[in-house]
């Protein structure tokens, strides 16, 4: 076989000219997706990736894209688990910087974290409130018999 020209496509007969399926590229997404989770990745690398995702043809143009990333573990457990398993190696991390166990990753990072827990709190005081005042059944609470008619004053 001949060299291909600059610019063309190259043939479909070869291991490098495959075209890629959708199934193969959203298997590079959720690689993509990981390797952010497990701090390889930024989110700007990340969404500069998957921008290119969207161009690539071909299975070996799609492989160059997690080609400095390592192979997943053939024992990795699909779904959800390894995003929560990060999550939760995520806020220990996070839990150990804002009590000061752990150096501050990066400059802000405390004060970001520290503006987030504070938010949380509001947004579960603000939840505890609501349940109280309208109350946590249906009906909310049974009524006291506070009305005037409810007396028996006549």
Same mark, same amino acid.
């Given at each position: ?13 070869? &291991? ?14 959720? #690689? ?18 998957? #921008? ?10 799609? &492989? ?10 053939? !024992?990795? #457990? ?15 991390? !996070?839990? #150990? ?8 990753? &990066? ?24 349940? &109280?005042?309208?109350?946590? %059944? ?15 004053? %006549?």
């Amino acid at each position: 076989m001949s060299e291909n020209p600059a610019g063309s496509t190259p043939p479909t007969d070869t &291991a490098d000219g495959i075209r890629c399926s959708d199934a193969e590229r959203e298997q590079v997404r959720a #690689a993509l997706y990981a390797a952010a989770g497990e701090g390889r990745l930024t989110m700007d690398e990340v969404e500069e990736r998957l #921008a290119r995702i969207g161009e690539i043809r071909f299975r070996h143009e799609l &492989a160059e894209v997690t080609a400095d990333l390592p192979a997943p573990l053939p !024992d990795a #457990a699909p779904g959800w688990r390894p995003i929560v398993a990060a999550a939760r190696r995520n806020l220990a991390a !996070d839990l #150990a910087v804002l009590l000061g166990r752990a150096p501050e990753p &990066a400059p802000g990072r405390r004060r970001l974290l520290m503006v987030v827990t504070v938010l949380i709190g509001l947004v579960v005081a603000a939840a505890i409130v609501l349940a &109280a005042v309208h109350g946590f %059944g249906g009906d909310g609470f049974e009524p006291h018999g506070i009305d005037a008619g409810e007396h028996g004053h %006549g």
